[in-house]
Each structure stands twice: as C-alpha cells, then as structure tokens.
C-alpha cells in the first residue's frame, strides 16, 4: 500500500500536530509505503496560500497514485480521487471560536465540515474526540477510529531534572490553555510557575510576579522540567487529549488537570482533577497533588505505559486498510 501523507504541519508548528506526525511517521513506514507531501509557505500570505490553494487543489493532484491520502489535522481537500483519511485533534475551533484568531474561525466554520465529510475514516485522537465529532459534525461512529497520542521516548521518570521549588505549566501561549487562572493560583500559594511554550495568539503573557517563562523548548529540556517539578498544572478549558499530561506522567511527576474532557480520559484516575474556571479549585489542586506526591507518581507511571506509539501506528495503519 502507498500512503501519501500531508506533511505541511512540520512547517508550521512544534506541539500537538508535530509530535504526532514525528512520532508516527517512521512506525508507519515499517508498515506501507509513504510519499510525504508538503506545502511551503510562511507568514500570514503562506496561510492563505494553503488554505486557498495546496489543500483544496495542489495537495491531492500531488496524492494522485497512492492508495490513500492523510491528512494529518482537519485541514484538508474537500473533494479528493484518492481515499482519504484525516485526523482531528480536537474541534476546540467550534467549541470556543472566541479563543482563535478571525481567519481560522471563518475556514474551520466553512471548510472543515466538508473535508471531513469528504473522508471515509477520520482518525480521532481520544474517545472524548470521538464524541465530539459525532455530536458537532454529525460524523457517523462506523467512520470514525480511535489512534490515540503517546509520550515520546525523551519522556521518563530517568534523567537529569531541573532545580529548584517550582510547579510547570506547559504548552501554547493561547486563550484555551487557561494560562491567567494558573498564575493566579500559583500565586495565591506563593509557589514559583515556569511555563513552557510558544508565543501564541489572543494576547497571553507569562509573566507576573514569581513566574517565569521558559518560551518554546526542546524534548529533552521539556522533560528536565517534568521531572524537576512540583506537579504538572494543566486545566485547559478544552483539549481533543492533551499530551503534556502525558508527558508528565511518563516522567513521574504528579498532574493537577481539568475535570471531564479529554484529559480527564486521559489521566485515567492518575491526576488531581479540578474545575478549570475556579481559581481557588486549581490552587487546592496544586496542593493536593504535591501531597500525593509518591502516590500520584506511581499512578502516573502506570497510567503512561497504557499509551504506546507502536499500537497507535498499528491502529493508523488498519485505518488506512479501512479507507482504501
């Protein structure tokens, strides 16, 4: 089999999508053949040039001859020869369209319903991103496959880790990653909050007092910070799985994340779960999970070892099987 898979999201970003493909790709390759298309472009006209032309036109002219086209986030064709598969990570664009810049709400309210219309498997990345695709976009279950995300091999609880007393908000400076509540709970406890992650959009700072931002790092500096923290605070307003509770676990360090959702499912009873909307809910996290310490850190452990690359790859491949 040829699987011509769209590579483009290494261009654009480092997190979720990224890990995903870097992850998959050389697994996935052991198993079919892959051409691995990419689109180039940068900057606001770069955006523009891929929603309006490689994916609806370029991307499958370019797929014409394999077997299956992927798609590896939403962004896709909307009319496609070769059998489609794409992947959703999350629909956090029509649950909170205010946390997203003006142009991605327009196209994702436009164009996403068709491109996932027009796949016959759409790969979701939880159970709770299954549900969310049966209840927003009306996708039928029988088209619909759970590969769900794992932590890297740069993700163990052996390894150098960083000093000092400090609890670790990780991800994209964004509306969703209810970064501003974090602080404030941090605060509130007088404890120091790293937060590692890329500049993003709708105006979020990491900064204020007793917080530093580390900005975008590497796995093996990511993981050093895992393991050198506290706890682990995650209580994103809406994730499709949420790999950094992953991570942190994999690492052996203690979560605090939020209540129902995809992370929820994800922690599997292995985190401190709080209401992300409730400052004084995050803060009692925070505290609770570096008393458990010993206890969540075993869980964690074990609640990592569930999810593995290989079976996700597996999974992938047998979804392609189904489109083609």
């Known amino acids: 089999m040829k699987v011509a898979i769209d590579v483009t999201p290494l261009e654009l970003t480092r997190a979720g999508t990224a890990r995903y493909l870097d992850?998959?790709?050389p697994r996935v390759e052991r198993e079919v053949t892959v051409e691995r298309l990419r689109g180039y472009a940068a900057g606001r006209a770069g955006t523009l040039w891929l929603d309006l032309a490689w994916y609806p036109h370029v991307l499958p002219h370019r797929a014409r001859g394999a077997d299956v086209l992927h798609c590896p986030t939403y962004r896709g064709p909307v009319r496609s020869r070769v059998p489609l598969v794409v992947t959703v990570h999350d629909l956090a664009v029509f649950r909170h369209p205010e946390a997203f810049p003006p142009?991605?709400?327009?196209y994702s309210r436009i164009v996403v319903p068709r491109v996932v219309r027009a796949a016959r498997i759409v790969a979701a990345v939880s159970e709770f991103t299954a549900g969310e695709l049966e209840a927003v976009l009306c996708v039928p279950r029988e088209r619909i496959r759970v590969v769900p995300n794992a932590a890297g091999a740069s993700f163990s609880d052996t390894g150098p880790r960083e000093e000092g007393d400090y609890?670790?908000?990780?991800?994209?400076?964004?509306?969703?990653?209810?970064?501003?509540r974090t602080i404030a709970a941090a605060q509130r406890l007088g404890v120091e909050l790293r937060v590692a992650g890329a500049r993003g959009w709708g105006g979020v700072e990491a900064r204020g007092e007793g917080v530093r931002w580390e900005g975008e790092v590497g796995d093996e500096q990511l993981a050093r910070l895992y393991r050198g923290a506290l706890c682990v605070v995650y209580p994103s307003l809406y994730e499709g799985f949420?790999?950094?509770v992953l991570e942190a676990m994999a690492c052996g360090t203690p979560v605090v994340t939020s209540r129902g959702g995809a992370t929820d499912e994800v922690a599997g009873g292995a985190a401190v779960l709080v209401d992300p909307d409730d400052v004084s809910s995050i803060a009692a996290?925070?505290?609770e999970a570096i008393a458990r310490r010993d206890e969540l850190r075993a869980a964690g452990l074990r609640r990592a070892s569930a999810y593995s690359w290989d079976v996700s790859a597996r999974l992938l491949v047998q979804a392609y099987e189904d489109a083609a």
């Open 23 to 25: 992850s998959l790709l």
């Open 167 to 180: 609890v670790l908000a990780v991800g994209t400076l964004e509306p969703r990653k209810n970064l501003a």
């Open 103 to 106: 142009w991605t709400r327009r």
């Open 285 to 287: 996290g925070i505290e």
């Open 242 to 244: 949420g790999i950094p």
